[in-house]
């Protein structure tokens, strides 16, 4: 499933991703094992849908993604 972030995701709020995720950035949910790496403030996801590798990114900074109606 395919998610849109509403804010901007640092590397200093989050020391685990090797990169900051901008607000509007899309994302995947990964559906595959992630071996509990995951917290419970946190869901993992993809930039490419359905591969690996997996990184968690808080709930509270990203939504699901739906198209804008024209």
Sequence with gaps: ?????????T???CS??????KKGDI???YG?????????EGWAFTLIEDKTPFFELPTNA???YEPEES
């Design 1 to 9: 499933m395919k998610y849109i972030l509403i804010r901007d995701v």
């Design 16 to 21: 685990w991703l090797g990169q900051t995720y």
């Design 62 to 64: 990203v939504k699901r």
């Design 27 to 29: 994302v995947y949910s």
């Design 11 to 13: 590397v200093n709020e």
């Design 32 to 40: 595959g094992a992630t071996y509990g790496c995951i917290s419970r």
